[in-house]
Each structure stands twice: as structure tokens, then as C-alpha cells.
Nanobody, 116 residues
Framework: QVQLVESGGGFVQAGGSLRLSCAASGNIFRTNIMGWYRQAPGKQRELVASISSGGGTNYADSAKGRFTISRDNAKNTVYLQMNSLKPEDTAVYYC??????????WGQGTQVTVSS
């Protein structure tokens, strides 16, 4: 079993920044992928960014150039630095942990609200 605890969401004006954190604990496999999906009201859940244990990253087109994902493997923690936030970034952000061939684990979600 894996537990994910995420934090860092909040309220911010357009153009501002937030940093999300997600710490994994439990039966952690060395080779894994972690990142965030987000879901806004009336919209489908979408991948925001991900990072493998080897450091490879993937970003949604909307996040490229504004968001940076990183991780500390020793702490089993992943970070999402979000800059130049836009109202359309408003959503619940869910941290996930994934090992190929296994079901993913999800954090509790953290609300990010960006005002105009």
C-alpha cells in the first residue's frame, strides 16, 4: 500500500505562483512515476505534469513554460512549481503515484483557485 499526502493549494491572483508538494509513503517501488492530474468543474480530468524516478518529465501543453515538476527520490516527494497562473488553471489537483503494471494511487486532492 502507498499513501500520498499533498499540500500547497490555495487562492492566488492571476500571474501569481503556488508550489504543490506530494509525499509518498508505504511500499514504494524504486521505479515509478509521480505527478498531478487536475479536474475543473464540467471538464474531464487531465494530466498536468509527471516525472519518473529517473527524472524524465512530461507536461501538458498548457503547462509548458509555466510549470516545473521535480522530485526528491530520497524523500519520495514530488513538487510542482506553478508560475504565471491563469484562471483556467483553477481545479482540484490530484497527486498520483504509478508503477507500470499496477493500479495507481491518488492523493486526497488540493484546490487551486486563480482569480481574474
Amino acid at each position: 500500500q502507498v499513501q500520498l499526502v499533498e499540500s500547497g493549494g490555495g487562492f492566488v491572483q492571476a500571474g501569481g505562483s503556488l508550489r504543490l508538494s506530494c509525499a509518498a509513503s508505504g511500499n514504494i517501488f524504486r521505479t515509478n512515476i509521480m505527478g498531478w492530474y487536475r479536474q475543473a468543474p464540467g471538464k474531464q480530468r487531465e494530466l498536468v505534469a509527471s516525472i519518473s524516478s529517473g527524472g524524465g518529465t512530461n507536461y501538458a501543453d498548457s503547462a509548458k513554460g509555466r510549470f516545473t515538476i521535480s522530485r526528491d527520490n530520497a524523500k519520495n516527494t514530488v513538487y510542482l512549481q506553478m508560475n504565471s497562473l491563469k484562471p483556467e488553471d483553477t481545479a482540484v489537483y490530484y497527486c498520483y503515484y504509478y508503477v507500470v503494471g499496477r493500479s495507481p494511487y491518488w492523493g486526497q486532492g488540493t484546490q487551486v483557485t486563480v482569480s481574474s
